[in-house]
């Protein structure tokens, strides 16, 4: 990894930790709030990679888990969300060929409706899946069969939906953000990624 790398992932990272403690959250009727934690995460992607980006969100656990109020629980939900989403990306990448520097508006919608898709497609079973076997049984003290009733008691919508509607629209704030405040550095600064 070269010094210009280290030294944007640290900024972004820094901007993501910022973000965490900031005010800048939606909370959601279903307890998980909308933020823009991981848009550097994803900016990182469009920036300098892949692995530059699942490297950036492995450093980004430790900080969450040193300075967020959910402490190291809500760390690993963000990590496994967003790796999700940087997943999608990826795969979005490989199946539209889309190119960050030079591309049509036809093509970025294309790329970015891809990338949403992919995205949620991996993001929402597996937070279905860590929700009823570790996280909320951990977080509520409770056994894995109590969480679905609890929680449909709770909201009157089914177990899946309180967890996949506000990862579905924490899915779209993290690729459409992240991509569009991506790409004016891209065109401003076009040697950041080469």
Known sequence: MRT??????????????????????????????IDLVAVPIVVIYVL???WSSVTALMLLFVGL???????????T??????????IGLEIAKKLTTFDFKQHEKRD?????LV?????????IPAMVAMNYYFAMPFYFGIS?????????????????LVIGIPNAI??????????????PVIRALPHIIE
């Open 115 to 123: 990338a949403y898709l992919a995205g949620i497609a991996i993001r």
């Open 170 to 183: 924490q899915s779209a704030v993290d690729v459409v953000v992240g991509v569009l405040v991506s790409l």
């Open 4 to 33: 210009k790398e280290i030294a944007l992932m640290g900024l972004l990272l820094s901007l993501s930790l910022v973000l965490e403690i900031s005010p800048l959250k939606v909370p959601t009727q279903w307890g998980m709030t």
């Open 65 to 75: 888990s040193l300075i967020s109020s959910a402490t190291w629980l809500g760390a």
């Open 144 to 160: 894995r069969e109590q969480v679905i009733p609890m929680i449909e008691e709770l909201f009157h919508i089914p177990f899946w």
């Open 108 to 112: 970025l919608v294309i790329f970015l």
């Open 77 to 86: 939900m963000k990590y496994f969300a967003t790796l999700s989403v940087i």
């Open 48 to 50: 300098l990679g892949f």
